[in-house]
Structure formats: structure tokens, C-alpha cells
């Protein structure tokens, strides 16, 4: 058994990695700046420390007797007024430093699929920075960069119930999403073996076009796509990041993963008809 600090549980991936390290018999401490949303994973969780990854001084004690860190840790729809620098640099940057302090073995990073070849996003940029920064420490690492994941997915498939899905571009690049659980699976083999850096994506390949038809098919519902021009979208892209550099920075790596083929080594073999069925059968989002 080792014991595993994860960080980014009350997370979409972070959660199933929780449940997945479970599973496999290993103990799990997790850490939250509000413990409060961890209730849908806590039988998964042997211990929970409450800390925030931008307040060094929180983090003192929180990698002690651990023998593994898993990180999902990044901003994503959070509004904190926080930067990807703030968060995905130097909150990942705070968390290495304490598992170095207590003599962590391996520590487990989440960046994203072509993070290398991406730098000019702030947003990969940032994850990057902090890959450098791990790989430097000298601890045992692994990097985890899948494509895009399900959760994501799923704002296409709210699109399509509200009764338009919005594409940028022609919709014809190509993406293999993965859902959270395929990839906490290999999160923990990462945890557990000695491979440093694991490209991934889903077992399916789809065009943006077909998840749209897959989106009104699952709903019964006949396809009403627009697809925005790509021109137009990179000089909103412009237009917004003037005003929130933020919102800018997202929308561009949004526009980036939409307008360019995202497709990476396959893995798990859970399909997003599946995932769209389990949400027709849910509240909306
Ligand atoms: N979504 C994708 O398609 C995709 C693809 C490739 C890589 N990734 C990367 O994978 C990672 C995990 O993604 P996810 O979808 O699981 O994200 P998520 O559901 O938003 O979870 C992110 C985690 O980071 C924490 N966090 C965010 N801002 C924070 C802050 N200011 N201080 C402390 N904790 C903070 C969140 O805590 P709270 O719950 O308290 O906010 C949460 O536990 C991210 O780094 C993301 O960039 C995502």
C-alpha cells in the first residue's frame, strides 16, 4: 500500500482518482480548500487536510508520511481572479516544495495533451513551467497530458439541449476525449510504476461534427449546428483578451483545441454516446 496526497479531488479527474487509488488498496489523503465539496467522493478518502496551494504557509505539514503526490490542481471555470500563473504555476510550484521537504517519492502532474508545442497559450504555458520545474526538483515524476475530457464534452451536450451547438471552424478536426475514469486509471499506474511522460486520449476519434450529431442523436432531436468562421473567432479572441485577459486566454485555447486535430494514444473504452446517455438521464447541468 502507499500512501497518496491528491490535490484537486473536489474535481472533475481529481475525484475519480480518488476512487481509483481506493480501489487499488491505497490510502488516500485529500487535499481541499473547501472540504465541503468532497462529499461525493469521501468513501474513497482515509483522510482530508484542509489547505490552499497559493497560501504557502498552509501546506507546512500536508505532504508528511506521504509517499506519493497526485496533482490535478488548475484553474478551469474557477473565477477567483486568480491567473493560470498564480494557480497552475506557483500552486503546483508550493505543493512541489512541500513534498520535497518531506521526502515524497513520486509526484504525479495532470498538464495537457501537446502542452510542449502549445507554450504560446498562457494556460499551457503555465502547466508547462511548472512541468520544467518537477522534472528539475529531482523527485520521481510522471506527466499526464490527455486531450480533452468528457466533462468538457458535456457543455456541448447542454448546447444541444438548449437547442443550438456552437462550433468554431469547419467542425471537421478530430478529438479522442477521455472520461475521468479511463483516465484515473492510468493516473494510478502512474502512481504506481515508472513512466515519466503519457500522452492520452479515449477510444474513440470523432470530428467536432460528429460529437454535435452525436449530442442531438442521444437527444432525439434534430441537428441545429452553427459553426462560427475561425477568422472571426481569433479576432474576438483579440477584441476579448484587451478587456479580460483571462476569458482571452481561455477562449484561445478553446479556439486552439477546436481548429486543430487533438488526437492522442487511445486508452479506456468508455464512449461519449454512453456519457451523453447518462446525462439525458440527469437534471441539466
Ligand atoms: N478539462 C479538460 O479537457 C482538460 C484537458 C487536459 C488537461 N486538463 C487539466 O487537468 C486538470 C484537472 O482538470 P479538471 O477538469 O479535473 O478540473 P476541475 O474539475 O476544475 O478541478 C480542478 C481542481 O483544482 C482546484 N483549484 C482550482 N483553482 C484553485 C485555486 N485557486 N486554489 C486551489 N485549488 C484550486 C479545484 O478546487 P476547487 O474545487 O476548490 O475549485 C479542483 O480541485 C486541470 O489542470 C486542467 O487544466 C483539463
Same mark, same amino acid.
Given at each position: 500500500?502507499?500512501?497518496?496526497?491528491?490535490?484537486?479531488?473536489?474535481?472533475?479527474? /481529481? %475525484?475519480?482518482?480518488?476512487?481509483?487509488?481506493?480501489?487499488?488498496?491505497?490510502? $488516500?489523503?485529500? =487535499?481541499?480548500?473547501?472540504p465541503?465539496?468532497?462529499?461525493?467522493v469521501?468513501?474513497?478518502?482515509?483522510?482530508?487536510?484542509e489547505?490552499?496551494?497559493?497560501?504557502?504557509?498552509?501546506?507546512e505539514?500536508?505532504c508528511?508520511?506521504?509517499?506519493? *503526490?497526485?496533482?490535478?490542481? %488548475?484553474?478551469?471555470?474557477?473565477?477567483?481572479?486568480?491567473?493560470?500563473?498564480?494557480?497552475?504555476?506557483?500552486?503546483?510550484?508550493?505543493?512541489?516544495?512541500?513534498?520535497?521537504?518531506?521526502?515524497?517519492?513520486?509526484?504525479?502532474? $495532470?498538464s495537457?495533451?501537446?502542452?510542449?508545442?502549445?507554450?504560446h497559450l498562457?494556460i499551457?504555458?503555465?502547466?508547462?513551467?511548472?512541468?520544467?520545474?518537477?522534472?528539475?526538483?529531482g523527485?520521481?515524476?510522471?506527466?499526464?497530458?490527455?486531450?480533452?475530457?468528457?466533462?468538457?464534452?458535456?457543455?456541448?451536450?447542454?448546447?444541444?439541449?438548449?437547442g443550438?451547438?456552437?462550433?468554431? /471552424?469547419?467542425?471537421e478536426?478530430?478529438?479522442?476525449?477521455?472520461?475521468g475514469?479511463?483516465?484515473? $486509471?492510468?493516473?494510478?499506474?502512474?502512481?504506481?510504476?515508472?513512466?515519466?511522460?503519457?500522452d492520452?486520449?479515449?477510444p474513440?476519434?470523432?470530428?467536432?461534427?460528429?460529437?454535435?450529431? =452525436?449530442?442531438?442523436? *442521444?437527444?432525439?432531436?434534430?441537428?441545429?449546428?452553427?459553426?462560427?468562421?475561425?477568422?472571426?473567432?481569433?479576432?474576438?479572441?483579440?477584441?476579448v483578451r =484587451?478587456?479580460?485577459?483571462?476569458?482571452?486566454?481561455l477562449?484561445?485555447?478553446?479556439?486552439?483545441?477546436?481548429?486543430t486535430?487533438?488526437?492522442?494514444p487511445?486508452?479506456?473504452?468508455?464512449?461519449? %454516446?454512453a456519457?451523453?446517455?447518462?446525462?439525458?438521464?440527469?437534471?441539466r447541468?
Amino acid at each position: 500500500m502507499t500512501r497518496v496526497l491528491v490535490a484537486g479531488a473536489t474535481g472533475y479527474l /481529481g %475525484g475519480f482518482v480518488a476512487r481509483e487509488l481506493k480501489a487499488r488498496g491505497h490510502f $488516500v489523503r485529500a =487535499l481541499a480548500r473547501s472540504p465541503a465539496k468532497l462529499e461525493s467522493v469521501k468513501d474513497s478518502l482515509d483522510e482530508v487536510t484542509e489547505a490552499q496551494v497559493t497560501q504557502p504557509g498552509t501546506l507546512e505539514h500536508i505532504c508528511s508520511g506521504m509517499d506519493g *503526490v497526485f496533482s490535478s490542481i %488548475g484553474i478551469t471555470r474557477q473565477r477567483d481572479g486568480l491567473t493560470f500563473r498564480d494557480v497552475d504555476y506557483q500552486g503546483n510550484k508550493n505543493l512541489l516544495d512541500a513534498a520535497l521537504r518531506a521526502g515524497v517519492g513520486r509526484f504525479v502532474y $495532470v498538464s495537457a495533451f501537446n502542452g510542449p508545442r502549445l507554450r504560446h497559450l498562457e494556460i499551457v504555458d503555465a502547466h508547462e513551467a511548472f512541468v520544467d520545474e518537477l522534472k528539475a526538483s529531482g523527485i520521481e515524476y510522471a506527466v499526464m497530458r490527455p486531450t480533452g475530457y468528457f466533462s468538457d464534452m458535456g457543455e456541448f451536450f447542454e448546447m444541444a439541449r438548449n437547442g443550438r451547438i456552437w462550433l468554431i /471552424g469547419s467542425g471537421e478536426n478530430r478529438v479522442n476525449p477521455i472520461h475521468g475514469a479511463d483516465l484515473a $486509471v492510468r493516473c494510478a499506474d502512474a502512481i504506481e510504476g515508472d513512466l515519466r511522460e503519457i500522452d492520452l486520449g479515449g477510444p474513440e476519434t470523432l470530428s467536432w461534427n460528429q460529437v454535435a450529431a =452525436l449530442a442531438f442523436a *442521444v437527444l432525439d432531436r434534430p441537428a441545429r449546428v452553427t459553426r462560427a468562421p475561425e477568422w472571426l473567432v481569433w479576432a474576438v479572441v483579440r477584441l476579448v483578451r =484587451l478587456f479580460n485577459r483571462h476569458q482571452g486566454e481561455l477562449l484561445a485555447f478553446f479556439t486552439t483545441m477546436a481548429t486543430t486535430d487533438v488526437v492522442a494514444p487511445p486508452t479506456g473504452a468508455r464512449t461519449l %454516446g454512453a456519457y451523453f446517455q447518462e446525462l439525458k438521464g440527469k437534471e441539466r447541468a
